[in-house]
C-alpha cells in the first residue's frame, strides 16, 4: 500500500538557511503527523493535525514550523536549525474513527536532514 | 519511567522459525492502544497489528499475532515462519487515553532490530 509521500528524501542545510519539509497523501486521511527519528532514540512525535487544525504540539522548538493547508499536505518549516536536529523526519496518516483506532496508519519514507 | 520498553536492542532467529518480540508498556489509563510497526532499512514505517485494551483476543494478522497480556503490561509480537524479508527494526507503541476523532499521540518503545538467517 502507497500513499505518504515526502520531499525531498534527502537534505542538508546550514544552520542559517531555511527550508521546508513537504508531505503528501491522497488517501482521504484526515490527520497528518510529524515525527523525528533521530539515532539511538525513540521515535518523536512532533506535530498532529486533524482536519487541518493543529491538535498536539509537543514542546518543539519554535525553529521547528508546521503548516497544513488542506487536508492532503502537510509542511515542516525549518529556520535557524541546530547540528542536533539531524535526523530523519518521518510524516504519517491516518483516518481518525474510521482507521485503526488512531494510530499513525501510513508512514511516509522520511526526510534525512543533516545540519551542518 | 519509560512508557513502552523493548528489552531486546537484537534477535537472531533462523528462517522459517517463530520469534517473538518483547513489549512490555506503563499507563493508568483504562483505555489504550498497543501497536507494532516494522522499520526495513529502507527507512518507511511499516504499520503491522493493533490491540486495543478492552478486546479480549489476541490481535492476529497473517503472520503477526500480539499476545497480550494485560495483567503484566505485556504485549509482545510474535512472528511465525520467519522470512528473510522479515529482518528489520520493530517498534512497539501505545495510544494512551481514549481515542479521538483524530491525531491521537502515540509512544515508542526504542525498538528491536530482528535479522533473519538461512
Not at chain 2, 531486546?8 to 510497526?37: H, I, N, R
Request: hydrophobic share 30%.
Amino acid at each position: 500500500e502507497t500513499g505518504v509521500t515526502q520531499t525531498p528524501r534527502h537534505l542538508v542545510m546550514g544552520m542559517t538557511n531555511k527550508k521546508s519539509l513537504k508531505c503528501e497523501q491522497h488517501l482521504g486521511h484526515n490527520a497528518m503527523y510529524w515525527y523525528k527519528q533521530s539515532a539511538k532514540k525513540p521515535l518523536e512525535l512532533m506535530f498532529v493535525y486533524s482536519l487541518e487544525e493543529r491538535v498536539e504540539n509537543n514542546s518543539v522548538p519554535s525553529r521547528f514550523s508546521p503548516e497544513c493547508p488542506n487536508s492532503s499536505h502537510l509542511f515542516l518549516h525549518l529556520h535557524t536549525l541546530q547540528p542536533e536536529d539531524s535526523a530523519l523526519y518521518l510524516c504519517a496518516s491516518s483516518q481518525g474513527r474510521l482507521g485503526l483506532a488512531g494510530g499513525p496508519r501510513l508512514f511516509g519514507p522520511g526526510t534525512r536532514l543533516t545540519v551542518l | 519511567a519509560q512508557k513502552i520498553t523493548q528489552t531486546q536492542p537484537g534477535m537472531f532467529v533462523q528462517e522459517k522459525e517463530a520469534v517473538t518480540l518483547d513489549c512490555t508498556y506503563d499507563t493508568s489509563d483504562q483505555s489504550y492502544g498497543l501497536f507494532w510497526y516494522k522499520q526495513p532499512s529502507s527507512g518507511e514505517m511499516i504499520f503491522l497489528i493493533y490491540q486495543g485494551s478492552y478486546d479480549e483476543q489476541n490481535a492476529t494478522e497473517g503472520r503477526y499475532s500480539l499476545n497480550f497480556q494485560k495483567a503484566r503490561k505485556s504485549a509482545n509480537l510474535v512472528i511465525s515462519a520467519s522470512q528473510l524479508g522479515d529482518s528489520a527494526m520493530y517498534f512497539c507503541a501505545m495510544r494512551e487515553g481514549r481515542l479521538t476523532g483524530g491525531g491521537n499521540k502515540l509512544t515508542f518503545g526504542t525498538g528491536t532490530q530482528l535479522k533473519v538467517e538461512l
